[in-house]
């Protein structure tokens, strides 16, 4: 009797064993499959550079309007919500000298440079801590320099949000659709439980087109390839003195200010 | 056969409980392929409709990873064909009646995917 039973335990495990992988071998064939002859491109409208950077030219933003007309041309086409509490979000704004520069400590700078707006936004770090941190590849800095975040992936941990030293990420607390009044249709919304940030416009490079908050600023705003010489970028760092956000701690930002 | 008046009416229920997923699925109406809204002005997809039909998840996927990580945003069709890779701007151009395409095919085969919470339907349809 024992070793009947065994002998149908052996078959019976065996015929299981097979089952299981002809199953499994099932379902690895039908795994979906790319259509033959089909590729992917850049595209021939794209704009390419080695590392896209930006130059803020302050000394051309005077007014609330200036300020507000480059707030709006970014959120307005990237469909970013406002949302008027302390869950706002925002992918670019403006902030005081004291708390926009804070590695420089002169006591006494002159009140109108005190005074001042700043724009600020992300600042497309050579070493972004947002991208070390991220435990999923939701964040990642592509070849040409931009840090750009792929929000399918986002778990909304948060990570980025401390490890980034600009306060540049905003968290979606709350499904951020309700407070968007005009919805652009060719641009996607964001979820509730995903971060958000400035893309550079990478979407907008890619069909030959500047940033929309550059486009917005009549000239103050300059984008270039850093490794150009040749570039705006370049050629407005080379005629002008020009500092960035905390030099000292190693992040490389790809955003310069003209002060 | 001891008991056989229990025995065999259990025996009779049991088989009926057993087989129920069969002869309900023979009782119940059979599954239908949904009548989706075409698009008007045009004849074809990007890819023949029975790859489109089968893979069109997969395409997306690839899609996705190709515009934002690699950014290849033109996608050459097997027929030579270029498109912009774009849910927003290139598929939903033509399936513009999402309710009566995505939705309805979706709905029947009980799949709820997530796109909409992000990508912003077409408009006057919702
Ligand atoms: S919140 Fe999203 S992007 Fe940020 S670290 Fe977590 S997964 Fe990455
Ligand atoms: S500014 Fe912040 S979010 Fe932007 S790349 Fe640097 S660390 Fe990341
Ligand atoms: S570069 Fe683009 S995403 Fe970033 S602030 Fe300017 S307009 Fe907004």
């Given at each position: 009797m024992s070793t009947t039973r065994r002998q149908f335990l052996k078959?019976?495990?065996?015929?299981?064993?097979?089952?299981?992988?002809?199953?499994?071998?099932?379902?690895?064939?039908?795994?979906?499959k790319d259509m033959p002859g089909a590729k992917y491109d850049v595209g021939g409208k794209h704009l390419a550079a080695k590392r896209w950077a930006m130059v803020i030219d302050t000394r051309k933003l005077e007014s609330r309007e200036d300020y507000d007309r480059i707030i709006h041309a970014c959120h307005s086409v990237h469909n970013v919500p406002s949302i008027p509490t302390k869950q706002e979000i925002k992918w670019i704004w403006t902030d005081k000298y004291d708390r926009v520069f804070t590695d420089d400590m002169s006591q006494h700078l002159s009140p109108a440079v005190r005074e001042k707006d700043y724009l600020l936004l992300c600042n497309h770090c050579e070493n972004p801590p947002c991208v070390r941190v991220c435990p999923t590849k939701a964040t990642f800095k592509r070849a040409d320099g931009i840090v750009v975040m792929d929000y399918h992936r986002c778990i909304g941990c948060r990570f980025c949000m401390a490890g980034c030293p600009y306060g540049a990420r905003s968290f979606n607390f709350g499904d951020p659709r309700p407070y968007l009044k005009d919805v652009n249709p060719a641009f996607p919304t964001r979820m509730r439980g995903v971060v958000e940030k400035c893309t550079f416009c990478s979407e907008r490079l890619e069909v030959g087109l500047l940033p929309a908050c550059v486009e917005a600023s009549n000239g103050a705003i300059l984008f270039g390839d850093l490794d150009d010489p040749n570039s705006p970028v370049r050629k407005a760092l080379a005629e002008n003195f020009s500092i960035r956000r905390k030099p000292s701690i190693g992040t490389q930002p790809g955003v310069y200010y003209i002060v | 056969m001891y008991n056989g008046k229990y025995i065999i009416p259990g025996i009779v229920i049991f088989v009926g409980l057993f087989t129920f997923p069969f002869w309900s699925n023979l009782l119940t109406p059979k599954y239908e392929r949904p009548q989706l809204a075409m698009p008007a002005d045009q004849k074809e997809c990007i890819e023949p409709a029975e790859y489109m039909r089968a893979e069109h998840m997969h395409i997306l996927d690839v899609w996705r990873d190709q515009a934002l990580r690699e950014g290849k945003r033109a996608y050459v069709a097997s027929n030579g064909k270029v498109w912009d890779i774009s849910l927003q701007n290139t598929c939903m151009k033509c399936h513009a009646n999402k309710a009566d395409f995505c939705d309805k095919c979706h709905n029947s085969n009980s799949v709820s995917p997530y796109c909409w919470d992000c990508h912003v339907a077409p408009r006057g349809n919702q």
């Amino acid at each position: 009797m024992s070793t009947t039973r065994r002998q149908f335990l052996k078959i019976a495990g065996l015929a299981a064993f097979g089952l299981g992988t002809s199953s499994a071998l099932d379902a690895a064939e039908a795994v979906a499959k790319d259509m033959p002859g089909a590729k992917y491109d850049v595209g021939g409208k794209h704009l390419a550079a080695k590392r896209w950077a930006m130059v803020i030219d302050t000394r051309k933003l005077e007014s609330r309007e200036d300020y507000d007309r480059i707030i709006h041309a970014c959120h307005s086409v990237h469909n970013v919500p406002s949302i008027p509490t302390k869950q706002e979000i925002k992918w670019i704004w403006t902030d005081k000298y004291d708390r926009v520069f804070t590695d420089d400590m002169s006591q006494h700078l002159s009140p109108a440079v005190r005074e001042k707006d700043y724009l600020l936004l992300c600042n497309h770090c050579e070493n972004p801590p947002c991208v070390r941190v991220c435990p999923t590849k939701a964040t990642f800095k592509r070849a040409d320099g931009i840090v750009v975040m792929d929000y399918h992936r986002c778990i909304g941990c948060r990570f980025c949000m401390a490890g980034c030293p600009y306060g540049a990420r905003s968290f979606n607390f709350g499904d951020p659709r309700p407070y968007l009044k005009d919805v652009n249709p060719a641009f996607p919304t964001r979820m509730r439980g995903v971060v958000e940030k400035c893309t550079f416009c990478s979407e907008r490079l890619e069909v030959g087109l500047l940033p929309a908050c550059v486009e917005a600023s009549n000239g103050a705003i300059l984008f270039g390839d850093l490794d150009d010489p040749n570039s705006p970028v370049r050629k407005a760092l080379a005629e002008n003195f020009s500092i960035r956000r905390k030099p000292s701690i190693g992040t490389q930002p790809g955003v310069y200010y003209i002060v | 056969m001891y008991n056989g008046k229990y025995i065999i009416p259990g025996i009779v229920i049991f088989v009926g409980l057993f087989t129920f997923p069969f002869w309900s699925n023979l009782l119940t109406p059979k599954y239908e392929r949904p009548q989706l809204a075409m698009p008007a002005d045009q004849k074809e997809c990007i890819e023949p409709a029975e790859y489109m039909r089968a893979e069109h998840m997969h395409i997306l996927d690839v899609w996705r990873d190709q515009a934002l990580r690699e950014g290849k945003r033109a996608y050459v069709a097997s027929n030579g064909k270029v498109w912009d890779i774009s849910l927003q701007n290139t598929c939903m151009k033509c399936h513009a009646n999402k309710a009566d395409f995505c939705d309805k095919c979706h709905n029947s085969n009980s799949v709820s995917p997530y796109c909409w919470d992000c990508h912003v339907a077409p408009r006057g349809n919702q």
